[in-house]
């Protein structure tokens, strides 16, 4: 007995030690270089609108083939790797599939499940530096990797509970917690987690709360460019941008007139509501391309044209995109999902809302002919189209 | 001291037989008064929504179809019909919850009402993709719908109702996936309720 309680001493020791020895965590806090930040002006009163038709020089889509074991209900995620398209539907369809670029159907990426090559929730899907896609599995924690046809490759523990992920340089993860975070971890109420190849911190980013239980920056949607990883948190009208060098603001959007987020603090949820509804805000929609940027306006006058912004990298000047009626096609430019190479911005139509658009089609001028290859087959249960925009340099 | 541990374990043995028997008692009251509550709520539903809600038109306009067959059908709308209403903006998991556990009652609890997922959805494909995910055979009825106008539609969440042969709604009940039991329950209900109403 005298033995045992001389022992207990040590083997607390022991385990001290060896917990010191196993990889704590070290969360910082990044300091933000506003060195290289653009000032983009969005002024609905005063600022420089362009035709839509006019921003783009070629417009082109991408009929996904519809199957059975393939139907898409709402795409969420597209990325385009070397010879195949990839599409995550999260919600409806919680699948992860394959199509050629002329829209042929390969097949399922991965399926749900217990094993080790399949998710039990599909939380997201990002292309890594070599072109295999990899799979967020938020419930079991894991990262699942593909080739690009489908072929596992590994899966790996997921460091943080994280909701979203992109790749930027040098292996480096940028994870997005969307504060959904357990009181008492590390990175509660971090909107950012940054890790190098070997899932150490390199550094975190995010702001606290605004007052008890009630969090202002539940980050948005993570864009992924040129080896940067873009991100911004609601509220904030700044686009940041993170890779292994660290963060940066690389946009400052200066809203004009009564841009929702010059009320802050708000007070609570219902607030922001109110202030959402009644004036004009960011809406979280970025895509950074080769020569421009793409921001999303929210205005609260809808008789008003939606301001949607390009702005230009090189002449540092914004331009509000109007509605064009002429050319049929422009219908379907409505809330871009994601880019396709470095100038291209690509949106989805439901084959129901081709469809109905077929009388505009018939009805358009000369100039713009009857694409019957848009419309043979189609259906009203087919899989949705994606169109690709070429933004005109 | 042998007799001593003896009675003492006599005495713990029936001291624990006696608790056991007072839990479940207090489960079976527990549960009754769910059913009552239940059966409570149904009724009020079916007083407040009957009559009020024509939906026939909607129904018709938005073309039914079946899971896997594509066909249209021209389902009968003058027999009761068991809703299942739910909307992509709903949270997914309970959308799941209750579609399976609709499909689950069909298949393995005899509910002979045709079943009918009534969704608001941007296309009749987003439907079908996750009637085939949850159930490739299920063949439930598929019809699209923005708005059927009854006050629960505002609280986002997936509900069932039943339809029936005026094409009122009524029996709505709203599934909550942490209460499975009580959803059992009132498909229990629907059973004892429809199943014999179509007998006559």
Redesign the interface.
């Known amino acids: 007995m005298k033995r045992l309680l001389f022992r207990i001493p040590s083997i607390f020791a022991i385990c001290l030690a060896a917990a010191s020895c196993t990889g704590r965590l070290t969360v910082s806090q990044a300091d933000v270089d506003w060195s290289r930040t653009d000032t983009v002006i969005c002024d609905s009163d005063d600022g420089m609108y362009i035709e839509r038709e006019a921003a783009f020089d070629s417009i082109w889509f991408v009929r996904l083939e519809t199957d059975d074991k393939g139907l898409i209900g709402r795409p969420d995620v597209i990325l385009f790797a070397d010879s195949t398209i990839v599409v995550a539907d999260m919600n409806i369809s919680k699948n992860v599939l394959m199509f050629k670029y002329d829209g042929s159907f390969i097949g399922q990426l991965a399926q749900m499940g217990n094993g080790h090559n399949e998710f039990l929730y599909l939380s997201y899907v990002s292309l890594d530096g070599n072109g295999n896609v990899s799979v967020l599995d938020e419930v079991r924690g894991k990262i699942l990797t593909f080739t690009e046809r489908g072929q596992f490759l590994n899966e790996r523990d997921c460091p943080i509970y994280a909701n979203a992920f992109e790749y930027a340089d040098n292996d480096v993860i940028v994870f997005d917690t969307g504060l959904r975070y357990h009181k008492g971890s590390p990175y509660d109420n971090i909107s950012f987690v940054v890790k190098d190849g070997m899932m150490n911190d390199s550094y975190v980013f995010g702001l606290t709360d605004f007052e008890e239980g009630f969090n202002y920056t539940r980050s948005r949607n993570l864009y992924s460019y040129g080896g940067s990883v873009y991100g911004n948190v609601n509220f904030d009208d700044i686009i940041y941008r993170m890779d292994s060098h660290g963060v940066s603001a690389a946009y400052r959007l200066i809203i004009r007139p009564d841009n929702a987020s010059d009320y802050f603090p708000f007070k609570d949820k219902e607030e922001i509501k109110n202030l959402y509804r009644k004036h004009t805000h960011f809406n979280g929609s970025f895509i950074e391309l080769g020569d421009y940027s793409y921001f999303g306006i929210s205005i609260k006058d809808y008789e008003k044209q939606m301001p949607d912004l390009l702005y230009n990298h090189r002449t540092g000047q914004s331009h509000m995109l109007l509605n064009s009626f002429n050319d049929p096609m422009m219908s379907f430019f409505v809330s871009p999902l994601t880019r396709f190479g470095d100038n291209c911005l690509v949106c989805v139509s439901s084959a129901n809302n081709v469809l109905n658009t077929r009388g505009t089609f018939e009805t358009a001028g000369s100039e713009y002919p009857f694409p019957s290859n848009l419309f043979e087959g189609l259906e009203a249960d087919s899989n949705p189209i994606l169109f690709f925009y070429r933004l005109a340099y | 001291m042998k007799r001593i541990i003896r009675n003492t374990a006599i005495v713990l043995v029936v001291a624990a037989l006696i608790c056991s028997q007072f839990a479940l008692l207090i489960g079976n009251a527990k549960l009754n008064m769910r059913n009552l509550q239940l059966q409570d709520t149904v009724g009020k539903q079916q007083m407040n929504d009957a009559g009020l809600y024509q939906l026939l038109d909607n129904l018709q306009n938005s073309g039914l179809?079946t899971v896997?067959a594509?066909e249209k059908l021209s389902a009968d709308l003058t027999k009761p019909l068991l809703v299942c209403r739910i909307s992509?903006y709903n949270c997914?998991e309970c959308v799941d919850f209750a579609v399976r556990k609709m499909i689950e009652e069909r298949k393995n609890e005899g509910l002979e009402l045709p079943v009918l997922l009534l969704g608001n959805?941007?296309?009749?494909?987003?439907?079908?993709?996750?009637a085939?995910?949850l159930d490739?055979e299920s063949e439930c009825l598929l019809g699209l719908e923005q708005d059927n106008g009854l006050p629960i539609e505002g609280h986002n969440v997936p509900y069932y109702y039943v339809l029936n042969g005026n094409c009122t709604a009524q029996d709505v009940f709203v599934p909550d996936r942490m209460e499975k039991e009580l959803v059992e329950t009132y498909f229990s209900i629907l059973n004892r309720k429809w199943n014999a109403a179509d007998k006559d």
């Open positions: 179809e896997p594509t992509e997914s959805y941007s296309s009749m494909s987003a439907l079908k993709a996750l085939w995910r490739p």
